[in-house]
């Protein structure tokens, strides 16, 4: 094979995997209006394992509400052993490759599922739910509150609900990142 071939074959994967993920992720999100996946900061995530470790050490379950590309639901599944975390996520490409990146890197008590998480949760509650989702999907996500002992929230709090803790962490070009906890 000349160099010239190898790099003819390159492109085409190149662009088949651009196609794939446009027609998986970027199409979806912006037809459907579904949010886009859009990957936490190690800090955050640090961080919100910490929130898990000081308020709820015994918590058993942690369901990961879009969990895109599920670096933070391994990262909790990592330093979490004994908990079982499970990943949803509505979008094909990034729930393949999260469940790809698991089956290779693990941990073990991680699992992800191509599920929506409106459907899911009511039939599976959980002792923690995460979401990392935009500020438009806040009503909805506290709609699925009710079956969690305890709600965490990358920077977008619930509106009209006051959150049990408040972690303030770090600003950036994106503004003033924080957690949100909320307790049933």
């Keep these: ?107 073990r008590n991680v699992r992800f599922i191509y599920a929506n998480a409106f459907k899911y949760i009511p039939k599976h509650p959980s002792d923690i739910g995460v979401s990392y989702l935009l500020k438009k999907s806040m009503p909805r996500v506290n709609e699925m509150s009710k079956y969690f002992r305890v709600l965490i929230v990358l920077d977008f709090p619930i509106p009209d609900r006051e959150p049990t803790h408040v972690i303030d962490l770090h600003h950036d070009e994106l503004g003033k990142h924080r957690i949100f906890v909320y307790e049933n």
């Design 1 to 107: 094979m000349t160099l010239l071939q190898l790099l003819d074959i390159i492109n085409i994967v190149c662009w088949v995997f651009l196609a794939v993920f446009l027609i998986t992720t970027v199409v979806p999100s912006t037809i459907f209006k579904m949010t886009p996946p859009y990957p936490s900061q190690h800090v955050m995530r640090q961080a919100l394992i910490d929130a898990i470790k000081k308020y709820y050490p015994n918590a058993k379950t942690l369901i990961d509400i879009g969990s895109g590309w599920g670096g933070l639901a391994r990262m909790v599944g990592k330093q979490n052993p004994n908990m079982r975390i499970v990943g949803l996520e509505y979008l094909p490409l990034p729930w393949a490759c999260s469940k790809i990146v698991r089956f290779f890197m693990g941990p």
